[in-house]
């Protein structure tokens, strides 16, 4: 559960979140623009990306949680962080929500063909299976993560999809991950500990 102190300041959360606050809040949804206009709106019909947020102002404290899942605050400073609608819990007021096309390799991974990107300076909660572990990437170090247990992303990264389709996984020797993000550059990305609809392969 996410306890947020509220002295004025205005927030957006998910739809439906809000399970109790103290002192005086006002709720407003956003409907089907969510904060980004008609063209968003559009887009993330297109895209099939789906997310319904509200705002939150007052004085006080909001309680917001989503089915019993864990909770982590990611701090942005300037950069841009990449995360599965269903992953976003809230964010600062002042912050900008987008949609980020990924294109045909995202169907392949079950990701979709767009993500939720979110710009600015300000505080981003997002849901997780299980505590999420942050994993640093470095020029040195890339780094290569399931689908399923992806949560979000930020940095100076570059992603691209890794399959690992040989003789050993069409006899049903391989590893069963045949299908990995790979991370290029410098960043966090953000994993749970558990797969969302079990393993997928190709």
Excluded at 69 to 87: A, I, Y
Excluded at 89 to 110: E, I, K, N, Y
Excluded at 151 to 171: A, E, P, S, Y
Aim: glycine share 16%.
């Amino acid at each position: 559960m996410l306890a947020v102190d509220l002295g004025g300041e205005t927030i957006r959360a998910l739809n439906g979140s809000m399970v109790a606050y103290e002192g005086q809040m006002a709720f407003k949804r956003q409907g089907v623009t969510g904060g980004e206009g008609l063209r968003g709106a559009l887009k993330r019909k297109i895209a099939g990306e789906g997310m319904t947020l509200m705002e939150i102002n007052g004085q006080g404290t909001v309680y917001l949680a989503s089915e019993a899942t864990e909770v982590t605050l990611v701090q942005l400073t300037g950069d841009t962080l990449f995360v599965e609608s269903e992953s976003l819990l809230a964010l600062d007021g002042s912050l900008q929500t987008g949609v980020h096309f990924v294109g045909l390799r995202g169907m392949g991974t079950g990701q979709g063909l767009a993500t939720t990107k979110v710009d600015g300076h300000g505080t981003v909660a997002v849901l997780s299976d299980g505590p999420a572990i942050a994993l640093e990437v470095t020029p040195q170090t890339p780094l290569c993560v399931d689908p399923h247990a992806y949560v979000c992303h930020h940095g100076q990264l570059q992603q691209d999809v890794v399959t690992d389709v040989n003789w050993r996984t069409v006899i049903g020797q391989g590893s069963g991950e045949s299908v990995q993000f790979r991370y290029h550059g410098h960043g966090l990305v953000y994993v749970q500990p558990a797969e969302r609809g079990g393993i997928l392969e190709i």
